[in-house]
Every structure is written in C-alpha cells, then in structure tokens.
C-alpha cells in the first residue's frame, strides 16, 4: 500500500459527460501529480499541484481541470468526455519538490467512455 | 527537456535467472532522481528503487538493484533470481531539479517483462 488513495477504482460513464477524480495524497505529502495512461500515448503528465497552487502544467487539455484542497487533497474534473478519453488516471504524491524524493502512486481509476 | 529511454519494447526470461532492464536518460539539470516502478496486469504503479545523481553508490532493495553509470547516463534495473511474479510492465522515470521546474516524473515507454517457467 502506497499510501496513496485514489477514488473511484472504475468509472464508466457516457459521451458528454463530466466526472470528478479523486486523491488523496500520503500523509505529509504537498506536492501531487496527476497523469494520464492511455494505450497510445503511455504515462502522460497532466497537471502538477503543491501546497494548495499549481505548479506546473502538462498535456492537460482545456475539458480538464483539477485543484489542491487546503487538506492537501485533489481532485481531477473531466467534463464533455469523449471515448479519447478512455484511459487509466494515476495521481502521485511527494513530500518535497526536490527530484531527490520519491513519488508514490494511488491505484488509479480506470474511466471508461462509452 | 527531460528524456527517458526504453529501448527493449519487451523481454522473456527463464525463471530464476537474472534479468537486465536498459534505462538511459537525459538532462542538463545539476540534480535529479532515477526511479524505477513496476506495473503489473492489475495496473497499480509499484515503485521499486530510486537513485539519486549524487548517490556514490548504486541503490539496492532486495532483489532489485540499479546500475546507475552517470556518465553514460544509463540507470539499468537489474532482477536477480527473476519470479514469476516480476511478469509486468516496468517503466524508467526521472524526477528532474526543482530549482529549474523540473520536478515531474518524465517516464520511459516501458519494457514488458515475461518470465518463463
């Protein structure tokens, strides 16, 4: 166990849609990433968050957004999906910036467009 | 830009043999981390081992090591006594220098490793 939680596990849901991810970072941990795995495209870096501000910006398309609560949780918002968007969401979290820590993962939700 | 490369799209090894996971990497930042995780069928990221660049010595957990040669900026894994249970994806990763905005994992495009019994 990771200590990082990620809900839902699975979500299926139709074209047009908007969903909300969730993630809850290891304890003591302020930073957290999101990332995208499709089939196609591998692990994509979406967006990056630390201590409640954005920090850093991936291939994160406008339909998405996501934000750092004061408790340090996130939550990944996808809306008008489209079956592109089918794909497994990992979230990461870290205790410090520095690239000298490791990151952890959640399990993932696994979202199913139909 | 961050770079990882993963040469060995996939691999099969006999069981119980030791196996060699190719990592090369790229960057101009002064300070980073390598860091290796598995990704079995079930999908969860499973990190394995982490090296940082000023490490003197290669980092080792268990039956996992990292072969880290700085100057040819390789960080290979290498699976001693390789399980059944090591059949999975495993990607490469670099966390990168802060100081530069560079913190973000960048991944590998991963190797799918079989282990045969």
């Known amino acids: 166990d990771s200590g990082v939680t990620q809900t839902p596990k699975h979500l299926i849901t139709a074209t047009g849609q908007r969903v909300t991810l969730r993630c809850s970072p290891r304890s003591g941990d302020l930073s957290v990433y999101w990332y995208q795995q499709s089939l196609d495209q591998g692990l994509q870096f979406l967006i990056q968050?630390?201590?409640?501000?954005?920090?850093a910006k991936g291939n994160i398309l406008e339909r998405f957004s996501a934000q750092q609560f004061p408790d340090l949780h996130s939550e990944l918002n996808l809306s008008s999906l489209e079956l592109g968007d089918s794909a497994l969401y990992f979230c990461?979290?870290?205790?410090?910036?520095?690239?000298?820590?490791?990151?952890?993962f959640g399990q993932g939700t696994r979202l199913t467009v139909v | 830009a961050q770079k990882i490369t993963q040469t060995q799209p996939g691999m099969f090894v006999q069981e119980k043999e030791a196996v060699t996971l190719d990592c090369t990497y790229d960057?101009?930042?002064?300070?980073?981390?390598l860091f290796w995780y598995k990704q079995p069928s079930s999908g969860e990221m499973i990190f394995l081992i982490y090296?940082?660049?000023?490490?003197?010595q290669n980092a080792t957990e268990g039956r996992y090591s990292l072969n880290f040669q700085k100057a040819r900026k390789s960080a290979n894994l290498v699976i001693s006594a390789s399980q059944l249970g090591d059949s999975a994806m495993y990607f490469c990763a670099m966390r990168g220098d802060h100081n530069f905005g560079n913190e973000k994992l960048t991944f590998g495009t991963g190797t799918r490793l079989t282990i045969i019994p």
């Open positions: 968050y630390y201590n409640g501000e954005e920090r």
């Open positions: 090296q940082g660049s000023y490490d003197q």
């Open positions: 960057t101009s930042d002064p300070s980073y981390g």
């Open positions: 990461a979290s870290s205790v410090e910036l520095t690239g000298t820590f490791e990151a952890f």
